[in-house]
């Protein structure tokens, strides 16, 4: 290993949400070339300075050959991409010799013991994590609980916000603290650590080898998201139809929604279940040493994150382009 930082970074899901703030994080460092595997018939519009490599997905000496010589293999996928299609693709980047490989697991601090039997979610993430470490591969998992503007933005199945209507639905009693992390932050946590040197002096990328590198913007309630929309908007409680809806209720509809084929109502499960005065996952940052300070992050301003999500939802902003 080199005392230099790493300089080949791919992504898959370049194109996405997440995926931009990836690579555009990326190229502001100077330092890496970034390669976006793309569908070969791919419409997304990928920024500037990023190689696309047309990868079919289907084949997977396709994807070994657009892995060759990366070193370090970012995945963000869509949760409607096929359910074996992680593992393909980690399995290719270990037969490509790829070093390290950031999975698709960008939500919540996980253990195999804090996971519960019927915690599909958890599974999941615990399968993507060990899908990347691969005998060749080591994992670098970053968890930053949920994205913040994606999750504001996305309506009232997530944080329980539809913005423009001027609705919301408090769980509970809305007071309820979760960690959130905004996507530039969790864009310059990917830039920091592997600009990093690969090894030699601490910290360095190494170290976290088959670890996790938690991170996190903000810890708010939805009260406290509230009154930040009310100083970006100019608006007061009386402005806003305000309900308040059990989390217990809200796991119950979620799950009955879900069985009905409506993928919304699994929405409901996640979120529901984060903000429950029982769930210790939720508000990791409390009590979790996070990795801000060794990535040099930013203290970051909430208004201003809000006042992101608001620009985006009155721009007509859709979080599931073509459903």
């Known amino acids: 290993m080199s005392t230099k930082p790493i300089t080949r970074v791919a992504i898959v899901g370049a194109t996405g949400h997440i995926g931009q703030v990836f690579a555009q994080s990326l190229l502001q460092t100077g330092q890496h070339r970034v390669t976006a595997l793309t ?84 599974k999941t993430i615990l399968s993507r994590v060990a899908e990347a470490q691969n005998g060749v591969s080591s994992s670098v998992t970053l968890p930053c609980g949920i994205w913040y503007e994606w999750s504001l933005a996305c309506g009232e199945q997530w944080f329980g916000f539809t913005i423009n209507d001027r609705k919301v639905t408090f769980f509970d009693d809305g007071a309820r603290t979760v960690s ?93 279940s984060l903000f429950s005065k029982t769930s210790e996952a939720g508000d990791f940052a409390r009590t979790m040493q996070l990795a801000n300070d060794i990535l040099g992050l930013p203290k970051e301003d909430l208004d201003e994150a809000t006042k992101r999500v608001a620009d985006m939802v009155a721009g007509g902003w859709v979080p599931f382009p073509g459903i």
């Not at 190689?51 to 050959?65: F, G, H, L, R, W």
């Not at 040197?197 to 938690?214: I, M, Y």
């Not at 009260?223 to 009310?230: A, E, G, I, K, N």
Request: net charge negative; aromatic share 8%.
């Open 180 to 272: 959130v992390s905004t996507w530039n932050q969790c864009g310059r946590a990917l830039a920091a650590l592997v600009s990093l040197p690969e090894s030699g002096s601490t910290p360095a990328l190494a170290d976290f080898k088959n670890k996790e590198v938690p991170i996190n913007s903000f810890r708010v309630s939805q009260r406290d998201m509230l009154d930040s929309l009310h100083r970006v908007l100019g608006t007061t409680d009386s402005d806003w139809e305000i309900r308040h809806e059990s989390v217990a209720k809200r796991l119950a509809d979620g799950a009955e929604e879900l069985a009905k084929g409506d993928f919304t109502g699994y929405a409901k499960m996640l979120y529901g």
């Open 39 to 122: 569908r070969e018939d791919s419409q997304g519009k990928l920024p500037d300075g990023v190689q696309a490599v047309p990868v079919n997905y289907e084949d997977d000496d396709s994807i070994i050959k657009a892995l060759d010589g990366q070193q370090f293999l970012v995945i963000t996928l869509s949760a409607r991409a096929p359910q074996d299609l992680h593992g393909r693709i980690t399995a290719a980047a270990g037969k490509a010799g790829v070093p390290y490989i950031m999975p698709n697991a960008y939500g919540y601090p996980l253990s195999p013991e804090s996971v519960k039997d019927y915690d599909t979610y958890g």
